[in-house]
């Protein structure tokens, strides 16, 4: 079992830059894909990054695709989610995820961008 805690989530301007990060508790960390998502308000949960257990394959939505940076180190059970350029439309809770049968979540942070 692995359980997940986010970190990082503030109110930040329009164009400014977060560092999210996920920590890991488990000793299995780093066979598991990890991903991020996001729920705005009213709007259902949704992709925004996903990296592989190596670190070696990162994929992202293709509304931050540019702007944000997934990264993992695994020495420290940790996931991180570096979003620049932030848009008022990144305001969501964010969650992480551990990618696997069954998957599992974080309970999220949340990041507000105010315009």
């Known amino acids: 079992q692995v359980q997940l805690l986010e970190s990082g989530g503030r109110l930040v301007q329009a164009g400014g830059s977060l560092r999210l990060s996920c920590a890991a508790s488990?000793?299995?960390?780093?066979?598991?894909?990890m991903a991020w998502f996001r729920q705005a308000p009213g709007k259902e949960r949704e992709f925004v990054a996903r990296?592989?257990?190596?670190?070696?394959?990162?994929y992202y939505a293709d509304s931050v695709k540019g702007r944000f940076t997934i990264s993992r180190d695994n020495a420290k059970n940790t996931v991180y989610l570096q979003m620049n350029s932030l848009k008022p439309e990144d305001t969501a809770v964010y969650y992480c995820s551990a990618r696997g049968t069954p998957n599992y979540w974080g309970q999220g942070t949340q990041v507000t961008v105010s315009s």
């Open positions: 488990g000793r299995t960390f780093s066979t598991y894909a």
């Open positions: 990296i592989t257990w190596s670190g070696g394959s990162t």
